[in-house]
């Protein structure tokens, strides 16, 4: 499992490195998917199979959204969508389909091994484990961030709309 850990990490690393250096945000949005792909790999490795699969549905399917959502509120029209198509070529999805048969690969070898139990002197934990220490001890905690991110959608909201014109 050392190895299925590394070569995740390795993955995330590069992906990571992509989205930092790309000057393009459609591509460096495709390599950060791939990364958190990776970063999920990286947990079930760990033996920690609910971490990643909310890696999975929380973060990469949080960030496809939030990208389709900021695309609709922009509403750039036709100059914008030229300009999608020209940046959308089939050239520009090599390197995030090279990382994700890469990482695809990984998690058939893992499968195929039966290595998906936990690593020696650790347990696995599970959702209702999870649940019950988020609210318990965190509740707070969870609260707080609740608000946090209430504010945060009627800040962008308020910053997204567009004033009525007399």
Known sequence: MQFAFYFSAGIAFLATLRVITHTNPVHALLYLIVSLLAV????????????GVLEIIVYAGAIMVLFVFVVMMLNLGQAAIEQERRWLRPGMWVGPALLSLLLFGELAWVLAKGYLGTPAGLETV?????????????????????????????????????????
Do not use: W
């Open 40 to 51: 999920s790999m990286c947990f079930f490795a760990l033996g920690a199979p609910f971490a």
């Open 126 to 166: 599970d959702a209702k484990a999870v649940g019950i220490s988020l609210y318990g001890p965190y509740l707070l905690a969870v609260e707080l961030a609740s608000m946090l991110l209430l504010a945060a959608l009627v800040a962008a909201y308020h910053l997204g709309r567009h004033e009525a014109k007399e």
